[in-house]
């Protein structure tokens, strides 16, 4: 990228906090990590740092409102995980605006659910994203965690070597009020980009480009029984995913429950062939070409017109993506600028879907979704086998079934351990990882990055957010360093935290 450079003047920065625990970036990993800290010892103090003037990462700005509760409990009614994801969703789902599928999961009916055609669940249900929003922000006013937003931190404290290894001890974070330190004794990072181990020179970005970064958007005005019977239905290529059953489809409607479908290659080529301009806008922004469409409620309004009741949905769509270098910032400002353009296109072809002729574009995202950035440097790497072949540690800290992977993997969703190895940076003390990015093996082990791939969901996110910060914790409690740590007495910790930690019984 730069060929040439500029040395920045040195400069004095005031010391804005210290603290025992600092976490950056305030998504509901860093929300997980933050609170689980907090509760496991009441008397360190814990601070989280976000970027945005909101908690909740790519959730709420990259409008990622579905979150996989097949991922907590699989569809063989397995429990996989539980812990403050569970928590999170429980108490969003009681605020009321949320798929009603939640509540029934919760509630304990499924999955599987009986007494339907389809009684698995969904990979993607959405949550009210403004609840989200809100209770992020609740339960860390609750547990007293210290939240600076509009906070971006920029690099890391000059480190110390008293421990033996590099220890960054802090962050400089440029505010609205100019540029501060905070000091830390531990530092988690839930960046979801790996930051902090890049500024030490620990992370590692992979040459293939396996993952795009992507664009969702909210689409409104959909007649939703008549895009079920003509056009999931009917004959315009649609397919249902979820539910498979026509039937139950339209319950789902009536009650304000998820559907999801695939395809209308047809209804693709019926719009380019009415508006031959559609094609050439889309094209020129460079995103990945249109094979099919893939679109999931949102919301579902029930109106009164004429006397007639009317159900009206909100749909995410899966908007532009590009699979782009995602850590270059010249090429993700060209990606945001041009998706905007996608999405004006794709907007108007969805709306040739029986349905869909008075939608219209309801929301787009704050920023691009990133899928694929840096991987930190860990003791451990977690690999496409421990992935696949459903790996049992001994330092397990949380279980997981594989977010993509693991839905097309034969008894993927049976789940695997997350070691609590690949949390802890190899060459690094004073660091724990959360997020999207902890330590996995990079596309010179496997090109496919099948690892990282896998652990890209929200819930896996939260399961190692309340591991990082549980061991942030009792790192604070006993005075040691992360490697350090007597994992027995962390996994105590996780238990009591309702973690889950155990395989179910059958594979």
Request: proline residues 5%.
């Amino acid at each position: 990228m730069a060929t040439e450079f500029i040395t920045e003047p040195a400069r004095k920065v005031p010391v804005l906090k210290s603290v025992d625990i600092l976490v950056v970036g305030g998504s509901q990993s860093g929300v997980a990590a933050a609170v689980s800290a907090k509760r496991a010892n009441t008397d360190a103090s814990v601070m989280l740092v976000e970027q945005n003037g909101f908690l909740g990462g790519q959730a709420v700005g990259c409008m990622v409102v579905h979150w996989e509760f097949r991922e907590f409990t699989n569809n063989a009614g397995q429990v996989i995980a539980r812990g403050i994801g569970k928590e999170m969703i429980k108490r969003i789902v009681d605020k009321g605006h949320s798929d009603p599928l939640f509540k029934e999961w919760l509630d304990g009916k499924g999955p599987p659910f009986k007494g339907v055609p389809d009684g698995r669940a969904s990979n993607d249900v959405p949550l009210e994203v403004e609840d989200i929003k809100l209770v992020l922000a609740e339960m860390c006013e609750e547990a007293g965690v210290d939240v600076l937003l509009h906070a971006r931190a920029v690099n890391v404290l000059p480190p110390e070597k008293k421990s033996g290894l590099p220890a960054p001890r802090g962050v400089f974070v440029e505010t609205i009020g100019g540029r501060y330190a905070i000091k830390a004794r531990i530092i988690i990072d839930c960046t979801a980009n790996a930051d902090v181990s890049f500024w030490m020179g620990e992370a590692k970005v992979p040459k293939t480009q396996v993952m795009s970064m992507q664009a969702y958007a909210w689409i409104g005005g959909v007649d939703l029984e008549k895009f079920v019977n003509e056009g999931v239905f009917g004959k315009c290529g649609g397919m249902a995913s979820y539910p498979k059953d026509h039937q139950q489809m339209l319950d789902h409607v009536h009650q304000g429950k998820t559907i999801l479908t695939r395809g209308f290659a047809s209804i693709i080529d019926k719009a380019c062939e009415a508006e031959p301009d559609l094609v050439e806008q889309y094209n020129k922004t460079g995103a990945s070409p249109i094979i099919n469409f893939y679109v999931k409620t949102v919301r579902t309004k029930q109106v009164e017109c004429g006397g007639e009741t009317k159900y009206i949905g909100t749909f995410a769509i899966e908007g532009p993506s590009y699979k782009w270098p995602q850590t270059d910032p010249l090429v993700v400002s060209k990606a945001e600028m041009a998706q905007l353009k996608a999405v004006a296109a794709q907007a108007r072809i969805h709306a040739y879907i029986p349905g869909w002729n008075l939608s219209f574009l309801d929301r787009t995202v704050a920023a691009i979704g990133f899928r694929q950035t840096r991987i930190p440097n860990g003791v451990y790497k977690l690999t496409k086998d421990d992935v696949l072949k459903h790996k049992s540690f001994e330092d397990v800290v949380g279980r997981h079934t594989g977010h993509d992977v693991g839905r097309s993997t034969p008894g993927g969703e049976f789940g695997y351990d997350i070691p609590y190895r690949c949390l802890v940076a190899e060459k690094i003390d004073g660091l724990l990882f959360g997020a999207r990015s902890v330590s996995v093996e990079s596309d010179d082990a496997d090109e496919h990055l099948t690892a990282l791939n896998s652990h890209r969901g929200i819930s896996s996110t939260m399961i190692v957010g309340q591991a990082s910060g549980v061991a942030a914790a009792l790192c604070i409690k006993r005075g040691v360093e992360p490697r350090a740590l007597d994992v027995k007495a962390l996994q105590a910790e996780l238990r009591r935290q309702d973690v889950v930690l155990d395989k179910p019984a059958g594979n």
